[in-house]
């Protein structure tokens, strides 16, 4: 089963129907929608974060409330990437 890195999660976690993408629009509002259709649950659009459900992608909107940004899931996420290269 193919899985991917939730940010709410910060792990990998199993890929089905359920996630969702979080960003910021043009005009500052968040957005919370489906991934696009092959996107591979990567990031489709500068800061945009993927939660693994529903109660995942609360946890980012109470995290960008209090701090109007996603920098903590994006530097996680960072850090995640560069362990997995170093483990290969």
């Not at 990998?12 to 969702?20: A, G, I, M, N, T």
């Not at 946890?59 to 362990?83: G, K, M, Q």
């Amino acid at each position: 089963m193919k899985t991917a890195y939730c940010s709410a999660c910060m792990r990998d976690e199993p890929v089905d129907r359920h996630w969702l993408a979080l960003y910021i629009d043009a005009d500052g509002r968040l957005v919370c929608a489906e991934p696009e259709r092959g996107c591979d649950i990567d990031y489709e659009r500068p800061d945009t974060v993927f939660a693994c459900g529903q109660g995942s992608a609360l946890v980012l909107f109470e995290r960008y409330l209090h701090t109007r940004s996603f920098t903590l899931a994006h530097d996680i996420h960072l850090n995640h990437a560069a362990l997995q290269e170093n483990r290969a």
